[in-house]
């Protein structure tokens, strides 16, 4: 299962299933541009740059300029050329040492500035830097792996700065270096190859190093993707990928991105720097579990990224997680309507299988249970993904159904056109859809933006002859809402009626043609809401989510102590799996505090609760067969392996156990 991480202003984070990665926006640097050669042999542990850097001078770096670069294995070298200047370094919050250059003399703006550098960075492991003998992983937007000019944002914080350049890289024959959104050549030596991978756009640049092969497909752009296992189909893969593209670009406009780069990581490096994954610009970097099948909710996600964070920068605090998460995951639900319309609705409702199942109206529903809840407009810390990628997208999905879907995305292209430069503000975004839609939605605003909570009602109904009296009324905050009755008739057909509420008890005669036997409301969750069905299951797992969250925010201690509290005090009347989650995620804590027996054992105690959570099950087992694979116990990796493909199966195969334990067993 995967995370979507949005990194931003290098904001550092471990605990990642696949991040999104951003620089901020930025009174940048102007004109930066790179001719840097890599020389990496992984193995001697050496990853060798040289090269230099310029760039002209803005009025925040009239009197000094900061550029990072990662902490090398001997010494580093790094001039400026005929400008005198002083330097003195520091080291940053990411271990890597800045070096801060001021002046003499104030430079005049637009001043050209011309640094070399040397150095060997070896392979000290940092966030986003991984290195051994046959796999390299240096994201641009974690440690500095190559020097990283500093620029300084308009709420003062610093910022790595897009440049263009171009990169040379040389590997031993045997491995393959990919850059996204580059063109490149190639050029080959008895025993090394270099290739040169030019960027025209400005841009953060990662490279991954592999044993990797290409496949490539000839979509309305070209697609790649570089497998590290065999057993990958990267042409379906790509095929598909090309069709989600296509299809967000018929709705959310062009892409500025020469080609599509689908890039595998090994599982074991995911497991060990904490990342499942990112979305870069123009591709993304999967870990090997994720490429097995295709994943529409996934892709739709990390492609939508290509907008909502990458083409399009958010300016400001306020909105912002729903301009990136938000967004990129309404994009998801987009293509998941469009290409996998039967599972729309399990999306909305209770996840998407083989997704993180609390993106969803559960997993809202669940977290506000817990107590962690936040207006939209104002989402900190964690709750950018928690709660921006469950209620925000069901938020947006509305919104977008009031105005109508072709008003909605005619206004999102217009956004596109118009803030790809300078980025855009969440009051930028609300005005361009009002303006879109021709007239207020302040009300749609207030109520699912600026305030916490969900829509809860309760309904009744009379029928007297062909008149159907409803009565709805609304427990908690009022809302104005459009809403879809189902009406069910005794000989079992059915018509669905569009009504709209807005006061606290709204009373309503529909049209009838028969003797009703059921009404029901938002039969399709179209509206996130306090539904009948949902409500007692958020409210027992929201013992559960208040442990996951302290998780999320790297606070093990307290997120097993309170899972313990729990279990200690007993969960009377467990239906819904209570008991086992808590021991799952003890499992999961002491598996990352590296106590792999404390771990299998609260493992064996989850499979032993009465009441068991389903849509975890497969997960259990396969947490028991990954331990049992650590430790060459055969005999239990072959038993959890066969229990996580039936308890899979018994799922409708949301978790593809079956090609993800075949990894565990070669
Ligand atoms: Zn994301």
């Not at 009239?62 to 520091?90: C, E, F, H, N, W």
């Not at 796999?135 to 610093?158: H, K, L």
């Not at 031993?172 to 025209?200: C, D, G, I, N, W």
């Not at 319309?341 to 299988?353: E, L, N, Q, V």
């Amino acid at each position: 299962m995967h995370r979507c991480y949005f990194v931003k202003k290098s904001m550092r984070r471990l605990i990642i299933l696949v991040c999104l990665l951003s620089s901020g926006l930025l009174a940048a640097q102007q004109k930066l541009d790179y001719q840097l050669q890599v020389q990496v042999d992984p193995e001697k542990k050496s990853f060798a740059v040289q090269g230099s850097l310029t760039f002209e001078t803005n009025a925040a770096s009239a009197d000094s300029v900061t550029i990072v670069i990662s902490k090398g294995k001997g010494t580093t070298q790094l001039q400026l050329r005929d400008i005198p200047a002083t330097m003195y370094t520091s080291t940053n919050a990411s271990g890597d040492i800045a070096y801060h250059w001021r002046f003499k003399h104030p430079l005049r703006t637009g001043t050209s500035l011309y640094f070399s550098y040397a150095y060997d960075r070896g392979d000290a492991p940092s966030f986003q830097f991984y290195l051994d003998s046959s796999f390299c992983m240096a994201g641009g937007y974690g440690s500095a792996w190559y020097p990283q000019v500093m620029s300084r944002a308009e709420d003062g914080t610093d910022n790595y700065t897009r440049g263009t350049g171009t990169f040379r890289v040389t590997t031993p024959r045997h491995l393959m270096p990919v850059m996204a959104a580059s063109t490149f050549k190639t050029t080959t030596a008895p025993l090394t190859q270099s290739f040169e991978f030019h960027y025209a756009q400005p841009d953060i640049f990662s490279l991954y190093i592999g044993n990797y092969t290409r496949q490539e497909y000839q979509g309305r752009l070209p697609f790649y993707t570089y497998c590290l296992s065999k057993t990958i189909n990267g042409s379906d893969i790509s095929r598909k990928a090309a069709s989600v593209l296509d299809y967000l670009t018929s709705e959310f406009g062009p892409l500025a991105i020469p080609n599509f780069s689908i890039i595998e990581f090994p599982e074991k490096v995911s497991e060990l720097t904490g990342i499942g994954g990112a979305s870069i610009l123009g591709g993304v970097v999967m870990p090997t579990g994720a490429l097995r099948e295709f994943n529409y909710a996934l892709f739709g996600h990390e492609i939508g990224h290509q907008w909502w964070g990458n083409k399009i920068l958010s300016k400001g605090n306020a909105g912002a997680d729903l301009l990136s998460e938000g967004m990129a995951q309404y994009g998801s639900l987009q293509v998941v309507q469009h290409f996998d319309s039967t599972h729309a609705i399990d999306y909305r409702k209770t996840g998407y299988p083989g997704y993180l199942r609390d993106q969803s109206g559960l997993g809202y529903l669940k977290n506000a249970a817990a107590g962690n809840d936040e207006p939209l407009v104002a989402l900190t810390g964690s709750n950018g993904h928690i709660l921006g990628d469950s209620k925000g997208f069901l938020a947006l999905e509305l919104l977008s159904n009031i105005t109508g879907k072709q008003v909605f995305h005619k206004a999102l292209r217009n956004i596109g056109d118009k803030y790809n430069h300078d980025g855009l503000t969440w009051k930028n975004f609300l005005q361009e859809i009002s303006a879109a839609y021709g007239s207020s939605l302040e009300w749609f605003y207030q109520q699912w933006f600026e305030r916490t909570g969900a829509p809860a009602w309760q309904s009744s109904w009379q029928q007297q002859n062909n008149t159907l009296q409803l009565t709805l009324t609304q427990k908690d905050s009022v809302y104005r809402l459009p809403l879809e009755v189902l009406i069910t008739y005794n000989n079992g057909a059915t018509t669905l009626q569009h009504i709209t509420i807005q006061e606290r008890t709204t009373q309503l005669q529909l049209p009838v043609n028969g003797p009703v036997t059921a009404v029901q409301i938002d039969p399709y969750f179209k509206v996130l809401h306090w539904d009948d069905s949902l409500t007692p299951i958020a409210i027992a797992q929201s013992k559960v989510i208040q442990v996951l969250n302290l998780r999320i925010q790297q606070k093990p201690d307290e997120a097993m102590a309170l899972a313990k509290s729990y279990l200690q005090a007993g969960i009377p009347g467990d239906h819904y799996g209570v008991e086992f989650s808590l021991y799952y995620q003890l499992g999961r804590i002491t598996a990352a505090q590296n106590k792999p027996d404390e771990a299998l054992a609260y493992y064996q105690h989850a499979l032993q609760s009465a009441s068991r959570a389903p849509e975890l099950l497969a997960y259990t087992y396969y947490r028991i067969a990954q331990l049992a694979a650590a430790k060459n116990d055969t005999a239990l990796l072959q038993w959890a392996c066969n229990n996580a493909i039936t308890a899979d199966e018994a799922n409708q195969k949301a978790d593809g156990m079956e090609a993800k334990t075949m990894l565990l067993k070669k």
